[in-house]
């Protein structure tokens, strides 16, 4: 399984981005798929999830309210909204996503089998 990320770039704070993840499997149905971002100097860190059955989003307490995680099965292809960005999301975001992950452990990151390149999100002041 392959992921791209796209959509990173250099913006103002409250601005807005979408990131995209483009998988190379025909159907990503049955698969977790989340959002995890890595700072300059900090651990990796969870931003978002969808479950294995797609019922159930969860999201990092600092980004809840005004990042929104969703999934396009047609275009195999899944997305983090971000609106509202602060500098303090300035971050390389990548994608990942796993067939068997628990959902209990969605924001564990050593847990994900397939990871995508990372796309970097810079906000500035």
């Known amino acids: 399984v392959q992921l791209q990320a796209s959509g990173g770039g250099s913006v103002q704070a409250g601005a807005t981005l979408r990131l995209s993840c483009a998988t190379s499997?025909?159907?990503?149905?049955?698969?977790?798929v989340g959002w995890f971002r890595q700072a300059p100097g900090k651990e990796r860190e969870f931003v978002a999830a969808i479950t294995r059955t797609g019922a159930a989003t969860h999201y990092a307490d600092s980004v809840k309210g005004r990042f929104t995680i969703s999934f396009d099965n047609a275009k195999s292809t899944f997305y983090l909204q971000m609106n509202s960005l602060k500098p303090e999301d300035t971050a390389v975001y990548y994608c990942a996503a796993d067939k068997h992950l628990l959902t209990s452990l969605y924001s564990a990151d050593a847990q994900y089998d397939y990871w995508g390149q990372g796309t970097l999100v810079t906000v500035s002041s």
């Open positions: 499997e025909r159907s990503f149905r049955g698969y977790a």
